[in-house]
């Protein structure tokens, strides 16, 4: 029975490489018709390049624009329409908005700006385009929020300076009501304890003033402005279309194809002859 199997199994194959060399014309016509029409779309399809950039996102106590928020941003029609505009680029804002993708990168303030674009010089016009006005546009959120800080340690430093006033005025007033004698020593003393129990109140207030102002400054120190790490950078090869992957997958395509048109073929032959 085993050695029956084997016959047949070796009878089967026999015939499958049979069909094969009969119709290896219509295989290699298939394969070959396969590979040149994909090679031939590929030289023809526009070629699409990519342009990156690295931009450092605003810190100011925290991200002036949530990395979740940045894409939208870059996207958005209030945003791409007046750089299309300015700069007279011949795009639709809704072609744009799809060649651009943001890339986080963990850890860190930076992200990545990526633009796939037909051409190359196009790619990094573009590229640059979106980055100087996203640059510009963050600046204008720093420089208001460093304004409002700056403003806010402005007065911090002013009531610091009053209170310290009011502490030196006190303080001589003390002095002064300490050197007073006479019939009026009584309500001396009242006022005298008066002002010692106002001190404290200011040195309160002037420590708190104080920390408010050394916390402020230590924002500013902390403070990241909007910046370009790495220029705008062009692929050297068009990104798309993959011309060796596609005739690849083409030429694998074509031979499935063509062995497929072989067998189907000589079944139809077959199958007439036996009608």
Not at 41 to 49: A, D, M, R, V
Not at 157 to 162: D, L, P, V
Not at 179 to 200: D, F
Not at 252 to 261: D, S
Request: proline residues 3%; glycine residues 4%.
């Amino acid at each position: 029975m085993i050695k029956k199997d084997q016959t047949e199994t070796g009878i089967q194959l026999r015939d499958y490489l049979e069909v094969i060399v009969k119709r290896k014309m219509v295989i290699l016509t298939v394969f070959f018709a396969s590979v040149l029409t994909t090679t031939l779309i590929c030289f023809l399809s526009p070629k699409i390049y990519k342009a990156t950039a690295t931009i450092q996102n605003g810190f100011l106590e925290e991200p002036l624009i949530k990395k979740t928020e940045i894409e939208n941003i870059l996207k958005s029609h209030d945003f791409l329409s007046p750089i299309i505009g300015k700069l007279n680029l011949k795009i639709d804002p809704l072609q744009l908005k799809k060649a651009i993708k943001v890339i986080d990168i963990k850890d860190t303030d930076y992200f990545i700006i990526e633009l796939e674009i037909v051409g190359k010089d196009n790619a990094m016009h573009y590229c640059e385009a979106i980055v100087n006005s996203y640059l510009n546009f963050g600046k204008a959120i720093y420089d208001q929020r460093l304004k409002l800080i700056n403003e806010e340690v402005k007065i911090s430093r002013e009531q610091i300076n009053s209170i310290q006033a009011d502490i030196t005025r006190t303080n001589k007033l003390i002095t002064e009501l300490s050197l007073a004698k006479g019939a009026a020593s009584e309500r001396v003393s009242t006022a005298l304890g008066l002002l010692q129990n106002t001190l404290p109140s200011y040195q309160n207030n002037l420590n708190t003033l104080i920390n408010q102002k050394d916390e402020l400054k230590l924002l500013l120190a902390k403070a990241k402005e909007f910046k370009l790490i790495d220029p705008s950078a062009i692929s050297r090869f068009p990104i798309k279309p993959n011309k060796r992957l596609n005739i690849s997958m083409a030429g694998v395509l074509g031979l499935i194809f063509g062995f497929l048109l072989a067998f189907f073929i000589e079944y139809w032959e077959k199958t007439n002859k036996t009608a």
